[in-house]
């Protein structure tokens, strides 16, 4: 499916990163990173296995903390919030893990629930239900809402994944990785499903991948991260369009594949 | 190339090790102390989740349930059968409830039960908390606005907290039951005889020390199986380190505090 022209404000910005570093141990991952999402816009950050692009979304998540550097999401400084406002602020973001994360002892429908019972407590079980069924809808998976995250392919899990993120309606989405491991056709799926978010749900994302499908058909916007830092920033053609060394052979070997 | 001389003397690889070794062992200890701390900063602090502590107690009883009754009731029957010679020689046959209570009340009920339980419920708890580390749930429980510490680890051990000391009264009771078996089969004791004989040894100390020593194992069984799940390394290698260290650390320190108990409590005789 062609990617629907989306609807960005280059006026806000929700996420803000200046100077950002972190190191594991002696190794350097991030070297003085400078980033900023604009509302409405999908961001994709391409880069080698190891190159720190998970690394760089747990940060903005709060997962990790950083050596250097600020982090702006929604006009809140990430390092400097208390444990209450961290949980406030990461409500307004969805994060849809590699590996999709669901709770492996809970079905479908209490996996989708869990977020909301526990950060909307005046909901009612109608409305609870409802919600379900709306997530589960959008991401077409209305009939597994019984089976257990064991049942379900790998296609069918970041599916799920990304409902249960959808689920407390993010203003801001995070996708690691969301087509490792995945067949084509599924691939198509999700790069799909990930527009339809953008479109339907009006998300700001940050896709963390290293399929140039999925960075073409996806991103309004790419960032080339190499040697801890962005190399290259721009559309998919810009950044394509390069003799960087460093960056070329990365194109090459994707489109052999 | 000559390489001799980036390769460390065996000795000085030696001591290498042992200082690692020594650095690790006061780094776990300084963490499992921040462990604790935050236990007793979030467990008794609004929202409080008792419908999960209540799941929990439940997980925690019927994982162990069988298994303490069938050891509560042999330990009852086979302690009473190796006492018998030993007071018979003195012909003291009718203090056999009297010694089968104390021993079952002050020592072998609470012990039992902790160390079945540490088996059972800390080997699970360390392998369950770590798959979830391993596989990102509980990142995926904090980025959903969820602490997961709150949700997994207090309410864990508040369930072992107060679950043990139910199983431990339980197995006290199986024992007894067993021990009642054997005095019967052999001398004909009726059973109120017995449960008279049974309880009028017990001091209300005995109940105590025994109830304060089921509730610290309990939240040791519970600690531990926790931390070594919760910071568990990353793999499935991860896993199996966290189930077999869950169930070696909470068995021995149950031990240790068994006799730190057991001196302070006899100062009150």
């Not at chain 1, 444990?83 to 969805?94: T, V």
Request: charged share 20%; with cysteine; net charge neutral.
């Amino acid at each position: 499916m062609e990617k629907a022209k989306a609807n960005i404000d280059y006026t806000k910005t929700v996420i803000s990163i200046r100077g950002l570093e972190k190191s594991f141990e002696d190794f350097a991952v991030l070297r003085g990173i400078d980033l900023d999402l604009h509302q409405g816009e999908n961001l994709v950050v391409l880069g080698r296995s190891g190159s720190g692009k998970s690394v760089l979304i747990k940060l903005i998540s709060g997962l990790l903390k950083p050596d250097k550097g600020t982090i702006e999401v929604l006009g809140k400084d990430v390092c400097c919030l208390s444990d209450k406002e961290l949980r406030e602020l990461r409500i307004r973001m969805g994060f849809s893990f590699q590996s999709s994360a669901l709770y492996d002892s809970m079905t479908v429908r209490k996996n989708l629930e869990f977020p909301l019972v526990r950060n909307q407590k005046q909901l009612g079980r109608k409305e609870i239900d409802a919600a379900v069924e709306s997530v589960l809808d959008a991401v077409g998976l209305s009939q597994t809402i019984n089976q257990m995250p064991a049942e379900l392919s790998g296609g069918q899990r970041k599916r799920i994944g990304i409902a249960r993120t959808l689920i407390l309606n993010p203003e801001i989405m995070l996708y690691d990785e969301p087509t490792g491991g995945l067949d084509p056709i599924t691939c198509t799926e999700i790069n799909d499903l990930i527009n339809e978010v953008q479109q339907r749900y009006h998300t700001s994302s940050i896709i963390i991948t290293h399929d140039l499908t999925c960075a073409k058909s996806t991103g309004d916007r790419i960032a080339m991260l190499i040697d801890g830092k962005f190399q290259r920033t721009g559309s998919f053609e810009e950044v394509f369009e390069t003799k960087d060394e460093r960056i070329k052979p990365f194109f090459d070997y994707n489109f052999i594949q | 190339m000559n390489t001799e001389n980036n390769t460390p003397a065996p000795a000085q690889k030696k001591d290498n090790t042992i200082k690692r070794r020594i650095t690790g062992f006061f780094t776990d200890l300084y963490k499992i102390h921040l462990f604790i701390v935050r236990f007793f900063k979030e467990a008794f602090v609004p929202p409080f989740e008792f419908k999960e502590i209540v799941r929990q107690c439940y997980e925690v009883g019927v994982r162990s349930f069988a298994l303490i009754s069938v050891t509560g009731f042999i330990v009852g029957f086979i302690f009473t059968k190796q006492s018998r010679p030993s007071l018979a020689s003195f012909g003291a046959n009718s203090w056999l409830p009297s010694l089968v209570s104390i021993a079952i009340m002050r020592a072998l009920a609470p012990l039992v039960t902790a160390l079945i339980a540490s088996g059972k419920v800390g080997s699970s708890i360390g392998a369950e908390l770590s798959s979830m580390r391993v596989t990102e749930q509980i990142d995926a429980m904090e980025v959903s606005g969820t602490n997961p510490f709150k949700f997994l680890v207090c309410t864990r051990v508040l369930a072992t907290t107060l679950a043990i000391p139910i199983l431990a009264t339980y197995t006290a009771l199986i024992g007894m039951l067993g021990g009642y078996l054997n005095v019967s089969m052999n001398e004909g004791v009726s059973y109120t005889a017995f449960v008279d004989q049974f309880f009028r040894p017990l001091m209300f100390l005995d109940f105590t020390s025994s109830l304060i020593k089921s509730i610290v194992f309990g939240f040791t069984i519970g600690i531990v199986g926790c931390y070594q799940g919760f910071y568990s390394k990353e793999g499935t290698e991860g896993v199996g380190k966290a189930a077999n260290g869950a169930v070696v650390t909470a068995m021995f320190l149950v031990f240790i505090e068994e006799i730190i108990i057991v001196q302070i409590t006899s100062n009150f005789r």
